[in-house]
């Protein structure tokens, strides 16, 4: 495989929480939240990686991380081989170009009081200067790729609906033909048939374009879709990465198997095993030695509690990858949404 267009390197990212007068003259050490630790990804050119876990799991963090809206604790950020995790001023502007956003919600990323025309072309304006009429010229030859129509140039957010919303934002994104866009829960607030729609446009620029995600998401249905590779997340740790196939249909770590677990199966007659997940989830600001999923995990033996697993390959091709003390013994076990149909019981007399 080809050098990776963006890579993480044990990457790790502490929010510090504020002192109370008395933790700060009794001399306490200042807390901090641990959202991501020692994260390591890649993202190759023209593939989709898909970010998949729980609220609170690091997916936003990681992408922010990656497009530099956060910068680091400690760990490297490799775009292309280099280094550019200390980038400031100029160079982190004119490395902008490579990568853009597309943010969850387009009502607040949107700004109310500028036109189309004005909101698409802002990245453009940010590197280089150029006349109104060249903006607008090359927003209106842009807007048809996302499925807008031309016309719309002096239209203001509020006039488009919700997935006309999220395509302007994704104009935004491309309007730099950025060779990286994170992707961050592009259709979580849109119905079904829209965000098919935009689904299936994210794919077609890709093929057309040669475009590269990552795709932040909990709808494990668009991450099957769309993406080519999948990491699973949970508080802030990586728990799993491979092929999108491997991984959802042959998942190892026990926290996979329970999130594939939740998804609902439109088969009345399919009868499945509970694969239950008890236990408190542990705090960030004093995380727990060992697995973070330790204190939730049914297959849990001590030395999960004290020893941190490391990612380790699970396939011959090494492209699947998993951090599990018990991997040989539970990766066959199936998760809830993969179980064989069973017969339902039969009717009582």
């Known amino acids: 495989m080809t050098d990776p267009l963006l890579e993480t390197r044990n ?14 003259f009794g001399g306490e050490a200042r807390l901090a939240i641990h959202a991501i630790d020692g994260v390591s990804v890649q993202v190759h050119r023209g593939e989709t990686l898909g970010l998949i876990g729980e609220s609170g799991s690091g997916k936003t963090t990681l992408g922010w991380l990656m497009a530099r809206l956060h910068t680091a604790t400690s760990g490297e950020l490799l775009f ?30 949107l700004d109310p009081r500028q036109r189309v025309w004005q909101i698409v072309s802002e990245p453009i304006q940010a590197q280089q200067r150029l006349s109104r009429g060249k903006l607008r010229a090359l927003v209106a030859e842009l807007l048809p ?3 807008l129509p031309p016309d719309c140039l002096d239209q203001y957010p509020h006039e488009f609906s919700g997935g006309g919303r999220q395509r302007l934002s994704l104009a935004r994104a491309l309007s730099l033909q950025p060779k990286l866009v994170i992707l961050d829960e592009p259709t979580s607030a849109l119905d079904v048939a829209v965000q098919a729609q935009i689904l299936n446009r994210l794919v077609t620029l890709q093929r057309e374009s040669g475009y590269s995600y990552v795709l932040i998401t909990h709808n494990v249905a668009a991450v099957r879709y769309v993406a080519d590779r999948v990491a699973v997340l949970y508080l802030g740790k990586v728990a799993e990465v491979g092929p999108v196939r491997s991984v959802l249909e042959h998942p190892v770590h026990p926290y996979t198997k329970a999130l594939l677990a939740a998804v609902p199966v439109a088969d009345a007659g399919r009868r499945r095993t509970r694969y239950q997940i008890k236990g408190e989830i542990p705090t960030l600001i004093r995380p727990p030695p060992g697995c973070r999923f330790a204190a939730r995990c049914p297959f849990v033996i001590e030395r999960c509690r004290v020893e941190e697993p490391l990612l380790l390959p699970v396939t011959a091709a090494n492209d699947h990858v998993v951090a599990c003390h018990r991997s040989a013994e539970v990766g066959d076990i199936p998760p809830e949404s993969l179980l064989a149909t069973v017969p339902p019981p039969a009717a009582s007399a």
Do not use: C, I, M
């Open 11 to 24: 990457v790790t990212k502490h929010f510090p929480l504020s002192r109370s007068l008395t933790q700060y």
């Open 80 to 109: 292309e081989g280099r280094d550019v995790s200390r980038l400031h001023g100029r160079a982190l502007r004119k490395w902008r170009q490579n990568l853009q956003v597309v943010f969850q919600d387009p009502v607040g990323s």
């Open 145 to 147: 790729s996302v499925g």
